[in-house]
C-alpha cells in the first residue's frame, strides 16, 4: 500500500521512547483483514484512505492509540457499540472506532461517510447533555502526528 497520509507514522515502526527502555512496535493488519472490516461496517465500501492507512500500519497495535482490552479491531469495534446500546445511544452514520479510553465510557471515532481524512470524534457516553459527541477539530492524519510528536519527545501521547 502507497502510504500517504500517514508518512510520519510509516517512518517509525519502531521507536524507543525518549530517555526510557520502552520500545514499541507497530503491528498492522493483513489487506485481508482490513477488507473483512470493511464488509462488516462500511457495507463492503472502502475506508478513508487514512483509516486503511492506519489499519495497514498499525491495525494490532499503535504507538499512539489504545485499543482497549480488546484482542482484535472487530472485537474493539462491537465492545465501543455494546456500550452505545447499553447507554441507549446511537450513533446514525457509519463510523469507526479508533482509540478506547476509560473502560466503556469514552472512545474515538471517525465517521466513514466523510473524505480520505476524516475528522476525529470523541463520544462521551456518561455524558448526560444532548452533545454527547465532540469533534476534536483534527483530521485523522494530524491526530495521529501530534500524538506521535509527543510520544517521540517521551512524553504521554494521550
Not at 479491531?73 to 476509560?102: K, T
Not at 483534527?138 to 500524538?147: A, D, P, V, Y
Request: hydrophobic share 35%; net charge negative; aromatic share 12%.
Amino acid at each position: 500500500m502507497d502510504i500517504k497520509y500517514l508518512k510520519q507514522l510509516n517512518n517509525y515502526p519502531t521507536v524507543k521512547r525518549g530517555n526510557t527502555d520502552y520500545i514499541s512496535t507497530l503491528r498492522p493488519l493483513t489487506m485481508q483483514e482490513i477488507t473483512k472490516l470493511e464488509i462488516a461496517y462500511n457495507n463492503g465500501a472502502a475506508f478513508p484512505g487514512v483509516l486503511r492507512e492506519l489499519l495497514y500500519l498499525a491495525g494490532n497495535y499503535c504507538h499512539v492509540l489504545d485499543y482497549g482490552l480488546s484482542d482484535s479491531q472487530e472485537e474493539m469495534q462491537q465492545d465501543a457499540r455494546s456500550w452505545l446500546a447499553n447507554d441507549n445511544q446511537i450513533i446514525n452514520r457509519p463510523f469507526f472506532v479508533i482509540d478506547i479510553y476509560n473502560g466503556g465510557d469514552q472512545f474515538l471515532f471517525v465517521y466513514l461517510d466523510e473524505e480520505d481524512d476524516p475528522i476525529v470524534h470523541e463520544a462521551i457516553l456518561y455524558n448526560v447533555t444532548p452533545a454527547w459527541i465532540h469533534s476534536l477539530n483534527k483530521k485523522l492524519s494530524e491526530f495521529i502526528s501530534s500524538r506521535l510528536t509527543r510520544f517521540l519527545s517521551g512524553q504521554n501521547p494521550f
